[in-house]
């Protein structure tokens, strides 16, 4: 039987470096796709011919389905597993006074890169798995999205990151279970501090240790969702060396119980197809 196959995106470094090398030590291949082409020519020339880098920008839709398209025909026609884990902070803050104008006068807009990348790029990402994922020998796949612990609580420093993040819970919400009928599982991991690239470097010397979420945390969660068939929709939170499964809100009365529980009939009905 040929090895399975992971796409994962912003592969050259952190957690979606540590999830790489961790699947090619299992017999993986792994196509890794980052902007960041130095570092990830670098490690995937160390890992050799289990690890096809791709330079790509998944906020460029061509660019992540010519990604797909490669990762689909080098893994000898099959797809097993999507990491949607590239992700940036905020480079604009909404609670700053900031303002650019153009030449009327009017404030130009606010730069959303960290929706585009956080967000927008992993709805396209999953569009694109789903596409190939169809066509493997036994149809279906993985998909784990990374959220963050900032997807359940919140990041007053990085409002629009928040926003991205609490978003990607939603998604995983709505669509895992509906991806589970067409045999995928569409989970999410929501980490606590983990030491990365991510944060400015005089702050990962500054960071308390015993508040850190190490890499194995987040290796335990892949783990966990490859070996598992059942979990889909979940949202799991990283914190120091355990995995939380976390629950919808509770409802606060009957009324809001049966409309998110009970009304899907009702609603298939309203949607049965997009509203244009
Ligand atoms: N480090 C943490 O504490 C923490 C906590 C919760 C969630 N996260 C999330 O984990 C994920 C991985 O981040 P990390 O901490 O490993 O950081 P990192 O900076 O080490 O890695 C992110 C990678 O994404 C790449 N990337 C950025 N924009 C891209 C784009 N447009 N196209 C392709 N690749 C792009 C970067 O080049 C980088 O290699 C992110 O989604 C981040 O939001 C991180």
């Known amino acids: ?43 995937s020339t160390q890992l050799g011919d289990q690890v096809l880098f791709c330079l790509t920008d ?13 990762a689909f025909s080098w893994g000898g026609g099959r797809l097993d597993l999507f990491a949607a884990n590239a992700g940036i902070a905020d480079t604009q803050f909404l609670h700053e006074n900031n303002y650019h104008y153009d030449e009327k006068g009017l404030p130009l807009p606010l730069n959303l890169k960290a929706m585009d990348v956080n967000l927008t790029a992993v709805i396209q990402g ?27 609580y919140s990041m ?29 599982q569409l989970n999410a991991i929501c980490p606590a501090f983990v030491p990365t690239a991510l944060c400015p470097k005089d702050m990962l010397d500054r960071f308390p240790k015993e508040h850190i979420t190490p890499m194995s945390t987040v290796i335990k969660a892949y783990d966990t969702f490859l070996e598992d068939n059942t979990l889909c ?3 799991v939170e990283l914190s120091l060396d355990k995995l939380y499964f976390r629950t919808k809100p509770d409802y ?3 009324s809001q119980r049966w409309l998110g529980e009970e009304s899907a009939s009702f609603w298939e009905e309203a949607y049965k197809a997009p509203i244009s």
């Open 1 to 43: 039987m040929s090895q399975p196959v992971a796409v994962i995106t912003g592969a050259s470094s952190g957690m979606g470096l540590a999830v790489t090398k961790h699947l090619v030590a299992q017999g993986w291949r792994v196509a890794m796709a980052d902007i960041d082409e130095n570092s990830g020519r670098k490690v």
């Open 252 to 254: 606060p009365n009957e």
């Open 58 to 70: 998944v906020t460029s839709y061509s660019q992540q389905a010519s990604l797909f398209e490669k």
């Open 156 to 184: 007053q420093t990085n409002p629009i990151y928040t926003a991205s993040k609490h978003a990607l819970v939603g998604l995983t919400r709505a669509l895992g279970p509906i991806l589970q009928q067409q045999n995928i």
């Open 233 to 235: 929709g979940q949202t």
């Open 126 to 152: 999953v569009w694109l798995f789903k596409h190939y994922a169809r066509q493997n020998k036994i149809p279906g796949g993985k998909v784990v999205v990374t959220s963050s612990s900032a997807g359940l």
